[in-house]
């Protein structure tokens, strides 16, 4: 409305219209500043806001309360009754929408956010992730992106070898809630220690066939083998219906929960790829490690594994192969990790592969960090 209302006094450019706040002393809403106009037309600043001042009118329910010139500026004040009445007619109108915008319209941000491992608990470091990234989802939303809000599970690993081996040994637990998931994870830490016992113990074990056992379930696990498959499925399902509990009363969403596992049918394809890279070399024992690899920065990364020595992949592995998932499926302009500080070099790592193998040329890649949480005895 000032805009137009200056644009029609034919007293300046409107190219040299530049409202802006004013300051904090001063007693008015917006301010022109009048030196570029005033240069064109060869006045001097208090004299063109002066002439505006004396051009310009505005009705009675105008948004305008007041004009006033003020040295080389020209203030503005708002009519408050008016702006008031359209205001709280705006927001009941809008409703819970008020505030919004457009500004994400037709473009999709991934954002990944909570992330627990599969047979835990989640702890209080949890909380962080889970109510920052849902904020950030929300605030996106809000802005007219469409977000898919991705909880990225870690249900892949060695681990779970040892688990359903511990399981095997010491009984599967009954039960629902946290409670069954820390019977888990005390089957686990038993096995574990377990394999640690001395052999003066009375309890000691052959620590060496402990470890074949557990590795023995884990490759049956990726296999395919059909009891490892239903005992590994039964710790999914027990901590999503578990963790589910505390979403809900959390008001946090998701959109997906694709676990590590999801990814594994891409890894191959990922170290094929990441083989022809110069920064790829096979060591003599097999193990893949990357070198040299710069940042967004340009910046020398230090040297990381891509596959173990064993054939193993790793957690880069795996998070090269859903931001490839992600670009093919949900075309993102955005991807979001709401992730502990403790994880920066890695993100800085993963990206800078992804990019190097050619994916996400233009995709924003953002790690959020935030801080640990440590309990009363560090």
């Known amino acids: 409305e ?139 939303r809000f802005q007219g992106y469409t977000t898919i809000a991705d909880n990225h599970l870690g249900d892949y690993g060695t681990q779970f070898g040892t688990m359903i081996a511990a399981m095997e040994r010491f009984g599967r637990p009954e039960g629902e809630g946290e409670a069954v998931l820390a019977a888990i994870e005390e089957r686990y830490q038993r096995y574990n220690q377990l394999k640690g016992a001395r052999a003066e113990d009375d309890d000691a074990h052959d620590t060496e066939a402990l470890d074949d056992e557990a590795r023995a379930w884990s490759l049956r696990l990726e296999q ?14 027990t901590t999503l219906r578990s963790n589910q509990r505390s979403y809900d009363r959390l008001g946090v969403r998701f959109d997906t929960q694709h676990g590590e596992s999801f990814y594994a049918g891409m890894l191959p394809s990922v170290i094929a790829r990441a083989e022809e890279l110069p920064e790829a070399e096979r060591e003599p024992g097999g193990a893949l490690v990357i070198k040299g690899l710069r940042d ?39 991807i979001v990790y709401v992730v502990g500080h403790e994880q920066e070099l890695h993100f800085r790592q993963t990206f800078a592969l992804a990019r190097a193998l050619g994916y996400a040329q233009d995709i924003e890649l953002t790690h959020v960090s935030f801080g640990r949480v440590f309990t009363a005895d560090g």
């Not at 063109?48 to 009118?57: D, G, I, R, T, Y």
């Not at 059909?226 to 399902?237: G, K, Y």
């Not at 020595?309 to 955005?334: C, F, K, M, N, Q």
């Open 2 to 140: 000032i805009r137009d209302a200056l644009e029609a006094t034919g007293l300046i450019d409107p190219a040299a219209i530049d409202l802006a706040e004013p300051k904090a002393n001063v007693p008015a809403d917006l301010a022109l500043p009048c030196f570029k106009g005033a240069k064109q037309r060869g006045v001097a600043p208090p004299q063109l806001a002066q002439e505006l001042a004396a051009a310009l009118s505005f009705d009675a329910d105008s948004l305008v309360g007041g004009v006033q010139p003020a040295g080389p500026f020209l203030n503005f004040t708002l009519n408050r009754s008016a702006f008031a009445r359209q205001l709280l007619a705006e927001i009941q109108r809008l409703g819970d929408r008020y505030g919004s915008d457009d500004t994400g319209a037709g473009k999709t941000v991934v954002v990944e956010y909570s992330s627990p491992n599969i047979a835990k608990r989640m702890h209080v470091g949890h909380i962080r992730s889970t109510i920052i990234g849902q904020a950030i989802n929300n605030l996106l």
């Open 224 to 237: 395919g083998d059909p009891r490892a498959r239903e005992l590994w499925q039964w710790m999914v399902d």
């Open 296 to 334: 967004a920065n340009g910046k020398e990364l230090p040297n990381f594994l891509l596959q173990r020595s064993d054939g193993a992949t790793l957690y880069i592995t795996r998070d090269v192969a859903t931001i490839i998932y992600r670009e093919t499926t949900y075309h993102p302009a955005r």
